[in-house]
């Protein structure tokens, strides 16, 4: 028997950093930047205004009143994506649309709110100071600063960056394809009918729908029995396509265990009882140099040593920090047992009123009650030595993803 911690620090110790990747930007989408991204240029890389108006000399309109407009003559139009070669002198002005830029000799705009909006000649009704609504050259971004470090995630707003400074692809660690199968003869296809002893194959969309939560991109393979040259081949033929296989079933202490029969001394493949539940039979090692975790059959089980095992490893894939889930600090709603030296992970909701979080354990924990898990959004880790905590206790509590 070894530690959810040994466990894990096995499996960090050994799944391989994904290479890097120059995709191009929505590939890119997902993934963790390899390189730091400057801007070439500064943002905005012009003044230019920013509400559609008039470009004027603050001085000329410092005595500006509803009572005594100053007029103005207006001598173009600047609109967005103009050269930006026109000028104003003093007692002139341009019209200038949001966005456009500022021309030389103008150090304010005046919102065409503020005026009477004429085309020839223009009255305004209020002054300024200099630097009116002008959004000046660089105060998003300074030309060389960087905008985007080397291990960052990118998300739709650091994809906008990156397309803001001019990139059209990004070196990134892609995120990990991961391949998921199920074994076991008792299952069928969702949507299919099922005859004595069957049910219906639940751990593979789950388990692929998880791999998307964390960052990776899942390959639901169609699930095998326990015949177990199939089996073998099967995963064999998956490793074309998988930075990493996921696989459910067939590894406790049944006459047909079939993940463990096959992948018993394969590459560095081992299996282990891990001081945890729901999930003590874990499998892990490389095959072939691809990550394989072998993931116990009961639909809890599986989905917490997802959460526990596999994440961070996909994270560590794309040389992130493996980190856990996001935790809070919460207050035990009831009492609850644990059983000694083993990591219990408990399902509960999850209430935040006054000021903090109370966590209530669901009613049932069996980890073949999918039910209690999909209305669960939280883990309470209570730590192998908590054999029974009171009601109000704080604890650790995992949030479990949406
Ligand atoms: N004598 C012992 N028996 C068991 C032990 C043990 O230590 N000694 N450990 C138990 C624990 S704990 C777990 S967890 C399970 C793990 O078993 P397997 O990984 O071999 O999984 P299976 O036997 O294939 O299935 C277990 C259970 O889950 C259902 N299942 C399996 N796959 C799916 C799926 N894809 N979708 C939905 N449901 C699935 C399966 O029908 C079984 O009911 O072993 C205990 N036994
Ligand atoms: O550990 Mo098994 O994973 O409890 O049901």
């Given at each position: 028997m070894r530690t959810v911690d040994e466990h894990l620090t096995d499996i960090l110790g050994s799944v391989p950093v994904l290479p890097p990747l120059d995709l191009a930007l929505l590939e890119a989408h997902g993934a963790v930047l390899a390189e730091p991204v400057s801007a070439p240029v500064p943002l905005p890389p012009f003044d230019n205004s920013a509400m559609d108006g008039y470009a004027v000399v603050a001085a000329d309109i410092a005595g500006a009143t509803e009572a005594e407009p100053v007029v103005l003559p207006v001598v173009g139009d600047i609109l967005a994506g103009d050269p930006g070669v026109s000028a104003i002198r003093p007692g002139l002005t341009a019209r200038i649309m949001t966005g456009a830029p500022l021309p030389a000799g103008a150090d304010a705009v005046i919102p065409v709110e503020w005026t009477d909006g004429g085309a020839a000649t223009v009255r305004i009704s209020r002054p300024a100071p200099p630097g009116n609504y002008i959004r000046r050259a660089g105060e998003d971004v300074l030309a060389g600063q960087v905008v985007a470090d080397a291990g960052t995630r990118l998300g739709a707003a650091q994809i906008g960056m990156l397309a803001a400074v001019g990139r059209s692809h990004a070196v990134v660690r892609p995120r990990p394809r991961v391949v998921v199968m199920s074994t076991g003869t008792e299952l069928r296809e969702p949507g299919s009918t099922l005859g004595a002893g069957q049910i219906w194959e639940s751990n593979s969309f789950m388990l692929t729908a998880a791999v998307a939560e964390a960052g990776g991109v899942g390959y639901r393979q169609e699930t095998v029995g326990d015949e177990p040259v199939k089996v073998l081949e099967t995963l064999r033929d998956q490793l074309v396509r998988a930075d990493a296989i996921v696989t459910s079933g067939g590894v406790s202490m049944g006459t047909r265990d079939v993940v463990k029969e096959v992948l018993t001394g394969v590459g560095t493949v081992e299996f282990h009882k891990v001081r945890m539940r729901p999930g003590k039979p874990q499998g892990f090692g490389l095959f072939e140099g691809t990550p394989v975790f072998t993931l116990p059959g009961n639909p809890v089980s599986a989905y917490i040593s997802f959460q526990v095992f596999v994440r961070p490893a996909l994270r560590a894939m794309q040389?992130?920090?493996?980190?856990?889930l996001p935790t809070v600090s919460a207050v035990l709603g009831e009492d609850v047992r644990s059983p000694a030296g083993l990591r219990h992970y408990v399902r509960g909701r999850l209430s935040f009123t006054r000021g903090f979080y109370t966590v209530a354990p669901a009613e049932v924990q069996g980890s073949h009650q999918l039910g209690s898990l999909s209305s669960a959004d939280a883990l309470i880790a209570l730590p192998e030595d908590a054999e029974a905590l009171p009601a109000g206790s704080h604890v650790e509590v995992m949030r479990l993803p949406s």
């Open positions: 040389g992130l920090p493996p980190e856990p």
